[in-house]
């Protein structure tokens, strides 16, 4: 059963969702093959950490605020925004994503304010998607209205159950009447752009109370429906009353079923399935998710936020994996002091890339065409990669997997079953990798004079 962060990517990723930019170095530069004015082009994603409480199954980097800190964000937001802009040299913003945390306790000026500090440094497309994170409580929906005035042009609302109980259970601060009300107000401002995230695995869910409740989501949604199962994760709350007994959640089985019964549920009701757990009616997909998925350039603002980029405000040449700092008064220290608060920068290596493009385009129900790959990799193509190798060839037989003129992708069934066959696709990509380095090497073992990354 496919998660929507699975364990494969996971392991690939490190933490978080990041993704990447569009040239390698090495490789590409030897070659001459990228497409260096993609470099031009980023996404931009802006993390507030704060909540008003921690769900009893969150783990991601969130803080209860005990004071009024808006002023504080709002300058370090800008003026992170503002350096990272500087050092990636990127001339056209092409989306925004405010995310947490709970995005929507911040003030709208703050959020005017970073939209100001985006377009002193880059372009931003009057067309240009800006998605901000809801929580569907009373507060969250009177701003909704000066979300937009600040430059919000869609929603996405974390409603995760449309049951009472069960969102107690998940320590949310909202009621499903309210996240209705929610939905039909974001609607109201912002026809066909407003995202609903739910979540299904829940304790004491059965597959008949997820039918049910799916039927309720689709009399309230928009046109995106983006699907969680529920994973438990070590230090929460939720972990420990499992652990102990006092909750049960579904089986693997059930939840399995539980996903396959959303996949055709939305499907008859309009919704295709662009990727493992996203799905959109009249094309309104997530450009900004799909930057992620089809490795484009992102820079990532605020506590914890991860960004892929290329430095050429530094004269770089390589994508960088960057990681801010976690502690938001940590991070809030560091950008004033210079400018921006990295914690970690990681050159990425070839082989590193090209995992990261396998294991995120294999979420798309496209997947990976031959075009996309070859930017990355023009020397081995997918069918060098994976046209020999034993697994795939089961896979392609029995219908999981299609490699064809488009490219490599999973099949209806076989993208339920992506997190059991990534681990054998990855050790394919690096055991094809090192066969071809060492093909490259001279007979006296010298290595061919190449342009490597720095």
């Not at 392991?11 to 990041?18: D, I, M, N, T, V």
């Not at 709970?102 to 800006?130: C, F, G, M, Y």
């Amino acid at each position: 059963m496919i998660k929507h962060t699975s364990r494969a990517a996971r392991r690939a990723l490190s933490a978080g969702l990041r993704c990447f930019s569009d040239i390698s170095g090495g490789e590409l530069m030897e070659e001459g093959t990228a497409a260096a004015h993609l470099t031009e082009q980023a996404s931009l994603y802006v993390h507030w950490p704060y909540c008003l409480r921690r769900c009893s199954y969150c783990n991601f980097n969130k803080y209860i605020s005990r004071e009024n800190n808006d002023h504080i964000m709002r300058e370090c937001l800008q003026r992170e925004t503002e350096t990272l802009l500087q050092l990636s040299q990127v001339s056209c913003i092409t989306s925004v994503f405010f995310g947490g945390g709970t995005p929507s306790l911040a003030h709208p000026s703050t959020i005017d304010a970073v939209l100001e500090s985006v377009t002193r440094q880059a372009n931003l497309s009057d067309k240009a998607e800006v998605t901000l994170e809801v929580n569907p409580t009373p507060v969250g929906m009177t701003k909704l209205e000066d979300f937009c005035r600040a430059g919000v042009n869609r929603f996405s609302i974390g409603v995760q159950s449309l049951q009472d109980e069960d969102l107690k259970i998940l320590g949310r601060d909202h009621s499903s009447h309210q996240a209705s009300q929610t939905i039909e107000e974001a609607r109201r401002l912002c026809p066909g752009r407003v995202s609903v995230d739910v979540m299904f695995g829940r304790p004491k869910q059965s597959v008949e109370s997820w039918e049910n409740e799916l039927s309720e989501l689709l009399r309230v949604c928009d046109d995106h429906v983006s699907l969680y199962q529920l994973t438990l994760e070590r230090g929460t709350q939720l972990f420990k009353q499992v652990l102990g007994g006092e909750v049960t959640v579904p089986a693997e089985d059930v939840t399995a079923e539980m996903y396959q019964c959303a996949r055709r549920t939305l499907h008859q009701h309009g919704f295709q399935q662009y990727e493992v757990s996203n799905f959109a009616r009249h094309n309104a997909v997530s450009h900004h998710n799909m930057s992620y998925w089809k490795g484009r350039q992102y820079i990532g603002v605020g506590p914890g936020a991860h960004g892929r980029f290329v430095l050429l405000g530094e004269g770089g040449v390589v994508r960088e994996a960057r990681t801010q700092t976690l502690e938001p008064d940590v991070w809030a220290r560091e950008v004033r002091q210079r400018g921006h608060g990295t914690r970690r920068r990681i050159q990425l290596g070839h082989l590193e890339l090209l995992e990261e493009v396998l294991v995120m385009g294999m979420r798309m129900t496209e997947g990976i065409n031959h075009k996309h790959w070859e930017s990355f990799s023009p020397r081995l193509g997918l069918r060098e990669v994976f046209g020999t190798s034993t697994d795939v060839q089961e896979w392609l037989q029995s219908g999981r997997l299609i490699l064809d003129d488009r490219g490599l992708r999973c099949s209806w069934d076989g993208l339920a079953l992506l997190d059991s066959m990534l681990p054998a696709l990855l050790l394919e990509l690096q055991r094809q990798i090192s066969q071809r380095l060492q093909r490259d090497h001279h007979p006296d073992g010298q290595a061919k004079k190449t342009c490597s990354p720095r």
